[in-house]
């Protein structure tokens, strides 16, 4: 009877202890996978930034975010686009933080309700540029409005970016207020960013309008002239805003302000204000956190 006892004792032993292994050899894996999994959070997820082409063809972006990035911790995702297009992944939550040139849409987006903190950065100009020879006389004129008029007229090339970008939105306001919708082989579209549309522009000796910035960064790579500018008109504006995360609660709004922060502060400022100076002999921005924008230009 002792003996039999004490088998049982030994066996309910080893049923324990065979528990108590196979529950340890569960919760392992857990253990595991639930350090992997936090692990795998980034303490600063990623910072999407949409934003115009001029600021990627030009370079500015390829200073300014490193230095961000090294200050705060953040990586920013760059999407370069037209205005636009910027703005559109703004209105849809695709986006954190907006640097665009479209000042009458982008006061539209604001009013949706898409995008917050809407703060003025800086500021270049457009120019109009064109063959060496000019053979549309565009230097003899003093507007661009008068540029389109001859243009059209003599049916000159002229390229347009034709993607809805804050340079586009400005050329058809130019062919507005001339009273000329541009049609015919005269008219190209090339629906592509700045830099392509210039090379494009030169291939085909045609005349286009730039941002100073892009024109300046792409000038070695090209066959164009500068042929109009500094008009009042041509005043090319810069603002970040943020998207709203009251409306899109999933928009990394931690790092949308720090971005926006970073280049309004007298540090991105200073970047934004020696851009371009050792390459260029001029900077290719004008930095204006601190200005009132009525004031540009003036």
């Known amino acids: 009877m002792y003996r039999k006892i004490s088998r049982l004792k030994v066996f309910a032993a080893m049923l324990v202890a065979l528990s108590l292994l196979l529950a340890a050899c569960d919760s392992a894996p857990t253990a595991q996978t639930s350090a992997q999994t936090t692990a795998a959070v980034p303490a600063h997820p990623d910072i999407i930034l949409a934003t115009t082409t001029s600021t990627m063809d030009s370079g500015l972006l390829d200073v300014l975010i490193p230095a961000f990035e090294k200050k705060s911790g953040y990586k920013v995702k760059p999407v370069s686009v037209g205005t636009g297009q910027a703005l559109a992944m703004g209105e849809k939550g695709e986006a954190d933080v907006l640097l665009v040139h479209a000042p009458d849409a982008e006061l539209k987006v604001v009013e949706k309700g898409a995008a917050i903190n809407r703060r003025l950065v800086m500021h270049n100009d457009f120019i109009v540029v064109g063959p060496p020879k000019d053979p549309a006389g565009i230097k003899t004129v003093k507007t661009s409005v008068d540029a389109m008029k001859k243009i059209a007229e003599l049916k000159q090339v002229f390229v347009s970016r034709g993607d809805d ?19 015919g082989s005269w008219y190209q579209e090339t629906g592509a960013g700045m830099g392509q549309t210039l090379n494009v522009a030169s291939e ?46 999933k928009v990394n709004k931690d790092g949308a302000k720090a971005f926006a922060d970073f280049i309004v502060s007298p540090e991105g400022q200073a970047i934004i204000k020696d851009f371009g100076v050792s390459k260029y002999g001029q900077p290719l921005f004008v930095p204006d956190a601190d200005k009132n924008e009525n004031d540009l230009g003036k």
């Open 165 to 183: 970008s804050g340079t586009d939105k400005m050329e058809k306001s130019f062919w507005k207020k001339a009273n000329i919708q541009p049609t």
């Open 204 to 249: 085909k000796k045609g005349y286009t309008l730039t941002d100073r910035a892009t024109f300046l960064a792409q000038k070695k790579n090209i066959n164009l002239d500068i042929v109009l500018e500094k008009e009042p008109a041509l005043l090319n504006i810069y603002h970040v805003m943020e998207v709203n995360p009251e409306k899109f609660p």
